[in-house]
């Protein structure tokens, strides 16, 4: 017996290939555009945010998250932050993959986080699919502004990724590291 075809949104979180055209995703993609039109244009009201966030999230968040207006996502329910979260303004997730983010995360402003990429293949990538990659960033981590996190990448513990860097490979625990490509600089001193 043939095994029972997968769903779109089946093959987008199980990270193979998917078609973003798929009506379900669209419905899925639009829900959270609503929410995110919402959020983006709200006063200060900190406990209004957290509602809509966590709608957007579908899970409760801590007291201590916060993210700046304006912030972009494409389904939200697949970015996972831990305690302690702080993005600043223009933050970009998109999330066609799994975002992991541990505790106490810093993000600097227009921080760019990419779970989704398209075929090399000029042919396969004429047509309207996407495959996405799972990012992981560990526990006390700063992302200095305009940094680009790309997919499948994981950055380790307490690691400090300097401004304007292109994180395109893993980056280890306890490090700082900059640049386009991103590269370890030095090692953190745990003394510092």
């Known amino acids: 017996m043939a095994a029972p075809k997968k769903t779109e949104l089946e093959k987008l979180l199980s990270c193979e290939i998917y078609t973003y055209t798929d009506p379900e995703l669209a419905v899925l ?9 919402i959020y983006n244009k709200s006063g200060e009201d900190d406990n209004f945010r957290r509602e809509l966030i966590e709608e957007i999230l579908m899970y409760p968040v801590d007291t201590n998250f916060y993210i700046q207006p304006p912030f972009y996502c494409d389904y939200g329910h697949n970015i996972h932050i831990g305690k302690n979260f702080m993005a600043n303004f223009d933050c970009v997730i998109l999330d066609c993959a799994p975002i992991y983010i541990g505790d106490n995360v810093l993000m600097g402003p227009k921080v760019q986080i990419y779970a989704v990429g398209h075929p090399t293949d000029p042919v396969y990538r004429a047509k309207p699919i996407e495959v996405g990659n799972t990012i992981k960033i560990g526990n006390n981590v700063w992302i200095g502004g305009g940094s680009i996190v790309l997919p499948g990448v994981t950055i380790g513990d307490n690691t400090i990724i300097g401004a304007g860097s292109v994180v395109s490979k893993d980056i280890d625990a306890n490090v700082i590291a900059v640049g386009n490509p991103c590269k370890v600089v030095r090692t953190l001193d745990p003394s510092e």
Not at 29 to 37: G, H, I, N, Q, S
């Open 29 to 37: 993609r639009r829900r959270c555009r609503r929410l995110l039109d």
